[in-house]
Each structure stands twice: as C-alpha cells, then as structure tokens.
C-alpha cells in the first residue's frame, strides 16, 4: 500500500494506492523557486519552470507561511513551496522534463472542462519567446471573437482558432494567438498561450490577466449553454489548480478598453457572475 499527498492549492489530501512502485513527481503550476532548506530564508538553487517536474518523496515541511514539498534534482535535495506545486504520478523516465498528464500540454488539469490542446488543433509555433506569468493572475477577461465567426463543432472550431492564430500572427505581428484560451459552442476549450504565458489581448493587463474568448458575435445574444458552461468551468480550474487567484477580478474586455467586447448581451451576463466588478481595473502590468 503507498500512500502520497495529493497539492491542491497547498492543501494536502492523502490518497492510498494499493501496489509497490508508484512514483509521484511534483510538477511546477507556475515558474518557482528551488531551494536547498524548506523556508525562504535557504538558498536559491535554481529555477523549476511551470510544467517541469522533479521525483518527490512525500516529505513536507511547514517553513514561515508555506508548506514545503522534499524532492531530489539531479541527485541534490531541493525543496520547493506547494503553492506552486502538483503532484502526480511521473510520466516517462525523465521526470525533470515537462509533465503533461494528459495530451501534449501541461493544461488539461484535474478538474478542466476538455481542452484541445495546440499540437491537437494544430496551432503553428510561435514566432518568438513568450514570456511566462510573473505572477499568479488577478483577472479574468471574457472576449468574443465577434461577427461571422460562430462554430458548433470541433472540426469548425478548430479552423476558427487557425484563422484567428494566423491573424494575430500575420496581420497584427503578434508573436502567437493573442488569447490564453477559446471557447467554441461545440463545448471545448482551445489552448492559445495556456495557462502559464503572458498572453496579447487586454492592453495593459497581459501580465496579470487570463483572457478567454468565445467563439461568436455576442451583440445580441448569450453564447449556448455549452459554451457558458465551459467558460466557468476553465475559470474553476484556473482557481482549483493555482493558475487564477482566488481574489480573481473578473471583467469584461470593454471594463478595460474602447471596444463592445464580449458584445452587450454577454457583458449583461457576466456582471451577474461572481467576482465580476465593473469599471476600470484597480492593477495594471
């Protein structure tokens, strides 16, 4: 019987496995720091990037504000805070390497609606580096895509997020699709930066802000209800996974800049969501 502690946000819940060899890795949610003592006041020892994990043995220790997670890095003990961390079985025979769980990318996380991941609807590389959260996001932003751009299954949608990559790529000189994710109302998620990069969608709030967009013109409709529920679903895992803050801020595109987005009748809906706030945002990066 093995027994490992399952991080949730730095709460710990014991899960047991009936078996001999289940190795646990603890995987970075967001870039975070490695240390050689568990407490802020030990030594730097590297950076552990978000999506890379490191073999943990199950030992923790409460060190000022955080509980720290033990693990071993190229043979040296390292600790690193929980907050930042998820642990899971380890995939493959480099645990140090990224650790996705489930397809290509680390964004389908315990608890996420169904993401099509970049390398499942094809998405094109890149043109440059982009930058990583610097720290854990404060807002949401719900976008539209706006007219002439609704879909209703993945085949569709999945041309839509093409179309939309190459636009911000090509034509406004974006180094990638400019949202962390969209939202077809055939009912999936599509990944665009992801949960950890620094998206291009809510001038002056990239840095702080996950933007979701959904795919349609919103004007004078709401989005259907597998769209709907698929947006609050990413925002829920965004809190339960420590990729949004629980003192989120969420908002409309035009709370923040001179445009109609997300469309009039979606911007009514969303001030009847929890944490929606009007006016201008109170944090800017």
């Known amino acids: 019987m093995f027994v490992f502690l399952a991080i ?3 709460v710990f819940l014991a899960v047991t496995y009936h078996g001999t060899e289940a190795s646990q890795c ?6 975070v720091h490695l240390r050689n003592g568990p407490g802020t006041g030990y030594d730097i020892t590297r950076l552990l990037v978000a999506t890379h994990c490191l073999p943990y043995d199950g030992r923790q220790q409460v ?16 600790w690193a805070a929980s907050d930042w961390l998820h642990v899971q079985e380890c995939a493959g025979s480099s645990p140090s390497q990224p650790q996705t769980g489930h397809g290509s990318s680390g964004v389908q996380l315990h608890g996420c609606p169904h993401i099509v991941s970049r390398s499942e609807w094809g998405a094109r590389a890149p043109k440059g580096s982009l930058h990583y959260m610097p720290h854990t996001p404060v807002y949401v932003f719900i ?18 997020v093409k179309i939309f990559q190459n636009y911000h790529m090509d034509t406004l000189g974006y180094s990638d699709i400019e949202y962390n994710f969209v ?14 990069r620094v998206g291009a969608h809510t ?9 979701i967009c959904v795919v349609g013109d919103f004007t004078n409709k ?6 709907l529920t698929t947006v609050r679903q990413l925002i829920q895992c965004g809190l339960d996974n420590g990729h949004i803050s629980h003192s989120y801020t969420l908002k409309g595109h035009r709370d923040v800049g001179s445009t ?4 009039t009748h979606f911007y009514n809906l969303i001030q009847s969501w929890s944490h929606y706030v009007s006016g201008t945002a109170l944090y800017h990066a």
């Not at 539209?144 to 041309?159: V, Y």
């Not at 939202?183 to 950890?196: F, H, P, Q, S």
């Not at 709401?222 to 769209?227: E, F, G, S």
Request: aromatic share 8%; net charge negative; with cysteine.
């Open 143 to 160: 976008h539209h895509s706006g007219a002439g751009s609704e879909c209703f299954d993945q085949h569709s949608c999945t041309n839509k």
């Open 26 to 31: 603890a995987c970075a949610t967001l870039n």
């Open 8 to 10: 949730h946000l730095g």
């Open 183 to 196: 939202v077809g109302e055939d009912g999936n998620a599509y990944e665009g930066r992801g949960w950890t």
């Open 203 to 211: 001038k002056g709030y990239n840095s702080n802000g996950i933007a």
């Open 63 to 78: 060190g000022g504000s955080y509980t720290w997670l033990h693990m071993t890095d190229s043979g040296q003990s390292v």
């Open 260 to 263: 109609a987005c997300p469309g």
């Open 222 to 227: 709401v989005p259907n209800n597998l769209a």
